[in-house]
Structure formats: C-alpha cells, structure tokens
C-alpha cells in the first residue's frame, strides 16, 4: 500500500503564483496539492478536506487573511497554516497571523529549493520561517509588550526546558526534539507547555523568535538572563 503524500491547499489571489506553488510541490513527488483558489468560500471548502498544510497569501486584498486564519483555525485546528508575503515589513500584521496560531512564515520571494525545505519542515512539525521575517519579528518584539526586559526570564526554565527552548527556536519539530535530546516525543510536548507557561507566550512562534533575539541556539550552552 502506498504511503499517503502530504496534502496541501494553496490560498492566493495570483492564480499564476498559485499555479507556480503547485507546479513545484507536485513536481518532488512528495506533496499532493487538494486545490488552490483565490476565494474564500472555495477555500473554506477546501480546507475542510483537513489538508495538512495550508498556505495563505497574508497580504490579499480580495479576502481578509487574519479573518480565514481565524476560521481555518476553529474548523480544522491540526491543519498548519503557513502565511506567504511579499515583504518582511508586515511584521505587525504577521505578529497577529502568529497569535491566532499561523504555523509559519515565508517570503514570496523565496527560493524554489528552499520553499520545498520549509513545507518539509512544516509538514513534520516544525516552524516554516524565512530568515529575513524572523529578523523583523525580532525588531518588532523589542518594540511591542514583548521587550527583553518584560520580566521573562529564562532562569525560571530548568535545565531540560532550556535545552528544548534552544531546539524550539532552531525551529525544530517535537519529533526532531527527541531525537536531538534523546528523549520521549511525549516528554518533548510537556516541557514546550511548560516553557510557554513559565514565559507566558501563546505560540510556539513567538517563543522561538524570543528564544532566537535571547541568543538561544541549538548546540551551543544557553546564555544566562541579562541583569
């Protein structure tokens, strides 16, 4: 019997962008696309096919993005939902997308190699991110409610949650946590909800873009709290 192929539905305004999305996860053979559309009714439908993965045009002007996230979310809550925009200058909008627990984020311009990476990366758990939208996220964390100096503090943490808080912002999936730490996945799962109890942070997005701006990385000794 053949292994079932990761589904995914593509949601844009672009038809050619769309096309070009489907073309390229179709042609590695790993990913079967459900559909693509630009209209939120279709979309809805779509997405009650309970696709793993999803990808929206954060930016559309024909539909309100945050608004589908928000019912893509209630009616299929195990979907991940990758945002797609033009520029890392929306990182307000995105901050938004993230609370209402979007599962990523990439450029448009992103490369075809790295595109196929990330939706990998989603597909098993992990963070989707481009690189240049974390950076701005992080601008936009020292100048939201989410300073350094907020009153979180990693040494609330222990030593595992610390070890799991660096592997959280690499961007690795719970599976992948495991393996890297020698641990149950299911261990893995309690001790990200304690992290984002102890920090008191909703999503796991934002803890690892916190994590990331703390100098919080994989395979190196997690850096002490600033006095």
């Known amino acids: 019997m053949d292994k079932r192929l990761p589904s995914v539905v593509l949601i844009d305004e672009y038809p050619l962008f769309r096309k070009a999305m489907s073309d390229v996860l179709i042609s590695t053979g790993e990913f079967q696309v459900l559909g693509q559309t630009g209209d939120v009714k279709v979309a809805l439908s779509l997405a009650s096919l309970s696709p793993d993965i999803i990808v929206i045009s954060l930016e559309a002007e024909s539909f309100q993005a945050l608004d589908l996230l928000k019912e893509i979310k209630y009616r299929q809550p195990n979907s991940k939902v990758v945002m797609i925009m033009n520029s890392a200058n929306q990182s307000g909008q995105l901050m938004q997308a ?13 490369s075809v190699t790295e595109f196929v990476e990330q939706m990998r990366k989603a597909v098993s758990g992990g963070m989707a991110a481009s690189e240049k939208i974390t950076s701005a996220l992080a601008e936009r964390l020292r100048g939201d409610a989410f300073t350094i100096d907020d009153g979180r503090r ?3 943490l222990t030593q595992r949650e610390q070890d799991v808080l660096c592997c959280v912002s690499a961007g690795l999936s719970n599976h992948e946590i495991s393996e890297q730490l020698g641990i149950r996945e299911g ?11 102890k920090l008191n942070f909703r999503s796991r997005v934002e803890v690892a873009v916190w994590a990331s701006e703390r100098g919080f990385k994989l395979g190196s ?5 600033a006095e």
């Open 221 to 225: 000794k997690p850096p002490g709290d």
């Open 187 to 197: 261990t893995v799962k309690v001790h990200v909800k304690h992290v984002l109890k």
């Open 154 to 156: 990693a040494s609330a």
């Open 98 to 110: 993230i609370r209402l627990d979007a599962n990523g984020y990439l450029l448009r311009t992103i």
